[in-house]
């Protein structure tokens, strides 16, 4: 049980482009999840959390208007990196929990590349 | 914030041999401490975790170990196999499934 699937795994796309990263909880419902960015061979760092129905929390320094996260049901949460640049290139997790005493399952990652 | 600190941030061992990560802890509001195993490219994978009313916990080869009062935990693995070669992260958290604040990584690799 606690699957949490990340879509897509891997883009490569142009710089000015947005790119949405989707992540599914598939077997529990999600009150809240959570959106790390990693950069090569370095830690995650938590871009932002969202609970479901309300606006994402943002960890300082992530800025909101270029990572949109929306959270409209129990099961989705998307990430929506706009006008992406070079700089942009990393890779993205998300994890999942069900309520607030339980642990957080991650996705797959979406590895980012833009040209 | 919290901060968490981890050593080393890489570790050789050869196979058999035991393997030990270090990771300190600066907000004593923490209370829920997991360690997570990432291989190359993929999620991290929890693999033991602890609370702070316990001051040990043991799974197989591997065990954890919480001092609450010098604000640190510690990562053991006995009996390494070059299957346990990965980035091992320490993370720490106020409130277990809350946010969780990771460490910088350690790479191990064991030699066979």
């Known amino acids: 049980g606690a699957v949490v699937s990340q879509h897509p795994s891997r883009v490569i796309c142009k710089s000015g482009t947005s790119v949405k990263i989707e992540c599914r909880s598939l077997d529990f419902q999600a009150t809240t999840m959570f959106w790390y960015r990693q950069f090569p061979k370095k830690s995650l760092m938590l871009m932002a959390t969202?609970?479901?129905?309300?606006?994402?929390?943002?960890e300082q320094g992530v800025e909101k208007d270029k990572f949109l996260i929306n959270h409209a049901s129990l099961t989705l949460s998307t990430l929506t990196v706009t006008s992406a640049h070079p700089e942009d290139s990393s890779f993205y997790i998300c994890?999942?929990?069900?309520?607030?005493?339980?642990?957080?399952?991650f996705g797959d990652g979406t590895r980012l590349s833009i040209l | 914030g919290e901060n968490v600190e981890q050593h080393p941030s890489t570790l050789s061992v050869q196979e058999g041999d035991s393997a030990v990560i270090k990771c300190t802890y600066s907000d004593s509001a923490s209370n829920y401490f997991p360690w997570y195993k990432q291989e190359l490219g993929k999620r991290p994978q929890l693999i033991i975790d602890i609370r702070s009313n316990v001051g040990e916990k043991k799974d197989q080869r591997i065990a954890v170990t919480l001092n609450k009062t010098a604000k640190h935990f510690s990562l053991h693995i006995t009996e390494t196999q070059p299957e346990d070669s990965a980035v091992y992260f320490c993370a720490a958290s106020i409130q277990y499934g809350n946010k969780l604040v990771f460490g910088a990584g350690t790479i191990l690799r064991v030699k066979s």
């Open positions: 969202s609970n479901e129905g309300s606006k994402a929390t943002y």
């Open positions: 994890s999942a929990r069900e309520g607030s005493n339980q642990p957080q399952h």
